[in-house]
């Protein structure tokens, strides 16, 4: 196992393991806090989008030498406007607010045909920006249908995090198909999954392949 000193992860909720304002103790992000200790620092926040977890990548001063990032890249509609919102977990909110500049934003700039431009964007600044990280992994909401030159030091495991949260319901009502119970998006059984992922991929260097259960709800 390599030496590794700083763990820093970005993201929404996802990654955040506040729901409602309580820490969600079973999920993968506190566990994986409680396994690593103050070497871990989770930037992660419910609500927001790709624009506002970069500004933070940004921000954050580079780690020590042989530190790692874990990236969740959200929901691109998420923008993170300056002076918009009251808080930053309101850009989930975007694409229902009714104020005239929101409404713009959706109609011409917020289309579907920018989505995957926007979120290949985000995947490109990652590579980018991480270049103080030793490793960095990148993990979407949605799977992305774009091939992405990265550097050797960033994994991108193209698999969309919210199929496989759908993913655990055996029953869909096909009138109200969304049924995420939240927190934090994924059951117990999977969130033991995706931590011991995270830990091969941290601590052997093993890409995670995120096989988890499915239809067991």
Same mark, same amino acid.
């Given at each position: 196992?390599?030496?590794?000193?700083?763990?820093?992860?970005?993201?929404?909720?996802?990654?955040?393991?506040?729901?409602?304002?309580?820490?969600?103790?079973?999920?993968?992000?506190?566990?994986?806090?409680?396994?690593?200790g103050?070497?871990?620092?989770?930037?992660?926040?419910?609500?927001?989008?790709?624009?506002?977890s970069?500004?933070?990548?940004?921000?954050?001063?580079?780690?020590?030498?042989?530190?790692?990032?874990?990236?969740?890249?959200?929901?691109?509609?998420?923008?993170n406007?300056?002076g918009?919102?009251? *808080?930053?977990?309101?850009q989930?909110?975007?694409?229902? @607010?009714? #104020? +005239?500049?929101?409404?713009?934003?959706? %109609? &011409?700039? /917020?289309?579907?045909?920018?989505?995957?431009?926007?979120?290949a964007?985000?995947?490109?600044?990652?590579?980018?920006?991480?270049?103080?990280?030793?490793?960095?992994?990148?993990l979407s909401?949605?799977?992305?249908?774009?091939?992405?030159?990265?550097?050797?030091?960033?994994?991108?495991?193209?698999?969309?995090?919210?199929?496989?949260?759908?993913?655990?319901? *055996?029953?869909?009502?096909?009138?109200?198909?969304?049924? @995420?119970? #939240? +927190?934090?998006?994924?059951?117990?059984? %999977? &969130?033991? /999954?995706i931590?011991?992922?995270?830990?091969?991929?941290?601590?052997?260097?093993?890409?995670?392949?995120?096989?988890?259960?499915?239809?067991?709800v």
């Amino acid at each position: 196992m390599e030496n590794i000193t700083d763990i820093h992860i970005f993201g929404d909720s996802f990654a955040d393991p506040i729901w409602e304002g309580t820490c969600m103790l079973h999920t993968w992000p506190s566990r994986l806090a409680k396994h690593y200790g103050l070497r871990l620092t989770n930037y992660a926040l419910q609500g927001t989008g790709p624009e506002y977890s970069l500004q933070r990548l940004f921000e954050t001063p580079a780690p020590p030498e042989g530190s790692v990032c874990i990236f969740i890249i959200s929901d691109v509609d998420r923008m993170n406007l300056h002076g918009y919102w009251s *808080s930053p977990t309101e850009q989930v909110h975007l694409t229902r @607010d009714t #104020r +005239p500049f929101s409404r713009q934003l959706i %109609n &011409h700039y /917020l289309v579907e045909e920018t989505y995957l431009l926007r979120t290949a964007q985000a995947i490109a600044a990652v590579n980018s920006l991480s270049v103080n990280y030793a490793r960095t992994l990148i993990l979407s909401i949605s799977p992305v249908p774009v091939d992405i030159r990265l550097d050797p030091s960033v994994e991108f495991v193209n698999i969309g995090l919210i199929d496989l949260s759908h993913g655990e319901y *055996s029953k869909i009502d096909s009138q109200q198909p969304y049924v @995420d119970h #939240r +927190p934090n998006h994924f059951s117990p059984e %999977n &969130h033991d /999954l995706i931590l011991q992922e995270l830990i091969n991929w941290i601590e052997q260097k093993t890409v995670p392949e995120f096989d988890l259960l499915q239809a067991i709800v």
